[in-house]
């Protein structure tokens, strides 16, 4: 069976801790029902950061983007990479809606750079301890995004407003230990991009798809998403289906070059092909192990894992999206704005 995760090194220093954005030394956060969901929950939230903090970004690749994402970007790029405070709604895009979204997302970040006493921005994630360089946490952010949320998907859809921040306040620390920092951020961004995948409306699982045998990383999660992304494959995988003809149908179509005649493909532990040759399989154990990860534990042991190897490059790469259910649609169908 092939591994499925961001990382392939056995040796993994960073886990998870309790306490939110708030974790990290100096940082406060409040959230708020402000009423702008019409259920009353709440919809407005305000990350502060440590005087001094800098600030990375990465937004949204949609060419319809909202105002306060422009502005978002506009701030960081004024400040060189610093930013104290970010305010975070739900309930409304504020995109496609002419002038007055510009006019609105300047009103209430002044507002709340009056209220405390700083520059404002808007829109965060991540928060961190130490001290960096601006320009070296923008990159390593930066970094961190192809094998992270580049490589997740939901519905194939691109928001107008999809946007990464990252804090990092504190003391300094020594240029040796920036490598070891840079990964854990790939570690926390990739964490946080499969959990986004697995809260895809209407979802009882992560899909996990790790393809081999590109020539580059870049082919591989190309091939990767685009299994994670058909709507052919999330359909089989609620239903419980092992149909593997649907992966490799989706593999085909990626643009990537592959050799027929090569591919291996698993479904969790269960070997489906081999030299591109369906192989004798136990199909009612297989439709168990799909049903078992939709009963697993949310983000402990509800994932499936598809394993692709399509030739003889060195690269490999992985991808991450969730099953499509009838509820998705009903959520959709049903949403209004």
Not at 35 to 43: A, V
Not at 127 to 151: E, R
Not at 241 to 259: E, F, K, M, T
């Amino acid at each position: 069976m092939m591994a499925h995760s961001c990382f392939q090194s056995m040796e993994d220093p960073w886990h998870p801790i309790v306490g939110g954005v708030t974790a990290p030394s100096g940082f406060k956060a409040s959230g708020v029902a402000a009423g702008l969901k019409p259920s009353g929950e709440r919809d407005l939230a305000v990350v502060v950061a440590p005087p001094g903090a800098s600030c990375a970004g990465v937004f949204t690749r949609n060419q319809v983007r909202a105002a306060c994402v422009d502005l978002c970007a506009e701030r960081l790029q004024q400040t060189g990479g610093q930013a104290q405070a970010v305010i975070i709604n739900a309930g409304q895009a504020n995109a496609c809606t002419g002038g007055l979204a510009r006019v609105d997302s300047e009103r209430i970040t002044e507002a709340m750079a009056r209220w405390l006493d700083l520059a404002p921005t808007m829109l965060a994630f991540i928060t961190c301890d130490v001290g960096v360089d601006p320009q070296w946490w923008h990159q390593t952010l930066q970094g961190a995004m192809d094998s992270s949320f580049h490589a997740i998907t939901v519905d194939g859809d691109t928001s107008t407003n999809d946007t990464v921040l990252a804090f990092a306040a504190g003391q300094p620390i020594s240029e040796e230990h920036l490598p070891l920092l840079a990964h854990g951020v790939e570690r926390l961004c990739c964490a946080l991009a499969k959990a986004v995948a697995r809260d895809g409306e209407g979802a009882t699982c992560l899909l996990s798809v790790q393809v081999r045998g590109t020539a580059t990383p870049a082919e591989a999660r190309t091939m990767a998403r685009a299994i994670c992304g058909s709507s052919l494959v999330k359909t089989a995988i609620h239903g419980r289906d092992p149909n593997w003809g649907r992966i490799v149908a989706a593999a085909g179509r990626s643009g990537v070059p592959l050799q027929p005649e090569a591919i291996d493909l698993w479904i969790g532990p269960h070997q489906m092909l081999k030299d591109g040759q369906p192989l004798g399989i136990d199909r009612a154990a297989v439709s168990r192990y799909l049903q078992e990860r939709a009963d697993g534990a949310y983000l402990q042991d509800d994932c499936v894992e598809i394993g692709l190897s399509v030739g003889p490059g060195p690269a490999l790469g992985s991808a991450w999206g969730c099953d499509l259910s009838a509820e998705y649609i009903r959520i959709n169908a049903h949403y209004t704005t």
